[in-house]
């Protein structure tokens, strides 16, 4: 692990995961968007879906699920999932 400060490292797994290419299975994609919305917004972004979407429905439980964690552990938790994943695929 090198010593970046937190931010530079979820920024650069940011961008990893905006440039791979292979389908992730729902359960980790919504994981993935549960710790991002998470270290972006924390709750204070949190507004109720308004329609009565199937998907939002889902990725708004997943972050709900997760809301207890702060910032921090979230951006770490994402760092780790998507390092974990571009390790599995090499």
Do not use: C
């Not at 980790?28 to 968007?33: D, E, F, K, N």
């Not at 308004?50 to 972050?63: G, I, P, V, Y």
């Amino acid at each position: 692990m090198t010593n970046k400060d937190l931010d530079t490292r979820f920024r650069e797994a940011f961008e990893k995961a905006s440039n791979m290419t292979e389908t992730l299975p729902p359960d980790v994609m919504l994981r993935i968007y549960a710790y991002y919305k998470q270290a972006t917004h924390g709750m204070v972004g949190y507004t109720q879906p308004s329609t009565n979407d199937l998907r939002n429905a889902f990725k708004t439980n997943a972050w709900m699920q997760i809301s207890h964690i702060s910032s921090d552990e979230a951006k770490e938790l994402y760092i780790e999932t998507i390092n974990s994943l571009i390790h599995k695929k090499k």
